[in-house]
């Protein structure tokens, strides 16, 4: 079992910044492959961010150069830091674990647990 709980979401401005964390308990965190996900208005859950156990990582396209995915094992915790928002990067953000060991999860079946997700509004 793993459970995870998202924060740092919030209201920004086009072009500020913010870091959603993602608190893991309950297993043993430095065995999983994270990833965070977005839900926009209207649109599906998309990938945004993955990284594997052993810290390789990949990004959608549309947030590459922008996002950062990271993870400390040593404090159970992935991050996602934004910078760069725009409009578009609105929506719900999730951060989900999968059971693969040093390699990516890059389908939302490979992901096992999901966090209860937070809000990221880019507006002026």
């Known amino acids: 079992q793993v459970q995870l709980v998202e924060s740092g979401g919030g209201l920004v401005q086009p072009g500020g910044s913010l870091r959603l964390s993602c608190a893991a308990s309950?297993?043993?965190?430095?065995?999983?492959?994270m990833g965070w996900y977005r839900q926009a208005p209207g649109k599906q859950r998309e990938l945004v961010a993955a990284?594997?156990?052993?810290?390789?990582?990949n990004y959608a396209d549309s947030v590459k150069g922008r996002f950062t995915i990271s993870r400390d094992n040593a404090k159970n915790t992935a991050y996602l830091q934004m910078n760069s928002l725009k409009s578009e990067d609105t929506g719900v953000y999730y951060c989900?674990?999968?059971?693969?060991?040093?390699?990516?999860?890059?389908?939302?079946?490979?992901?096992?647990?999901w966090g209860q997700g937070t809000q990221v509004t880019v507006s002026s």
């Open positions: 990284i594997t156990s052993g810290g390789s990582t």
């Open positions: 989900a674990a999968a059971p693969v060991f040093r390699a990516l999860a890059l389908r939302s079946d490979e992901y096992d647990y």
């Open positions: 309950g297993s043993i965190f430095s065995i999983y492959a």
